[in-house]
């Protein structure tokens, strides 16, 4: 599989993968590879302003098989907190090695 886009369905409570623009596949968990976070800042403040959710976050990468590591950090993004993914310290994350989105919505990555 070439790049994917990766986001969290918070309907389903899984991940959902989309490439192409096109879904192709909801995911408990799934790891990818040379990681770029990217955010709508327009959805970003529609989400605001009429506070709906939508899909205005995503990660792109390519999908592997490596799980979750000992020495990975949290990345976080929630729309009303800023306009970017931010690790564990709130520093804005723009690129990851590795990022593990696990069953229980969480984002561990290795960064870069």
Not at 23 to 46: I, P, Y
Not at 75 to 94: H, K, T
Request: aromatic residues 8%; charged residues 20%; hydrophobic residues 45%.
């Amino acid at each position: 599989m070439s790049h994917v886009d990766v986001y969290r369905n918070l309907t389903r409570r899984c991940w959902s993968v989309r490439q192409g623009g096109r879904l192709v596949a909801h995911r408990d968990a799934v790891t990818l590879m040379d990681v770029t976070f990217q955010v709508s800042e327009a959805g970003r403040q529609r989400v605001i302003r009429l506070g709906q959710r939508s899909v205005m976050a995503h990660a792109r990468g390519t999908i592997t098989e490596a799980r979750q590591w000992p020495s990975a950090v949290r990345i976080r993004f929630c729309p009303f907190s800023g306009p970017a993914f931010v690790d564990e310290e709130g520093a804005p994350v723009a690129t990851a090695h590795l990022v593990h989105f696990s069953a229980d919505g969480a984002a561990w990555g290795i960064l870069s």
